[in-house]
């Protein structure tokens, strides 16, 4: 089983895609939607983002601590997943 976290945007259409093509697949993740944070822990989101992806585009897909998809790109997760 791979390990998928997200970053994403609760207003953002390409991360409720990139989450519905999870979900379609039963891939498990963890999420975290930066604009609903606040404060020190929305500046350390923010800084994640940028710190794994080089910029600030969402959804942010990162797999197994070592793959970074930026954005909905179905071929790409699903190469990186195995589905």
């Known amino acids: 089983m791979h390990k998928v976290f ?7 259409p390409y991360c409720r895609a990139a989450r519905a093509y999870l979900d ?9 939607e930066v604009d609903k944070l606040e404060g020190d ?3 350390a989101a ?10 600030t585009a969402f959804p ?5 601590d070592e793959s970074v998809i930026v954005g909905f790109n179905k071929k790409r997760i ?6």
């Open 6 to 12: 997200v970053y994403a945007l609760s207003t953002c």
């Open 24 to 32: 379609e697949n039963d891939v498990e993740y963890d999420v975290v």
């Open 41 to 43: 822990e929305y500046k």
């Open 46 to 55: 923010v800084e994640e983002v940028r710190r794994v992806s080089g910029g």
């Open 60 to 64: 942010v897909i990162v797999i197994d």
């Open 78 to 83: 699903k190469e990186e997943l195995g589905l």
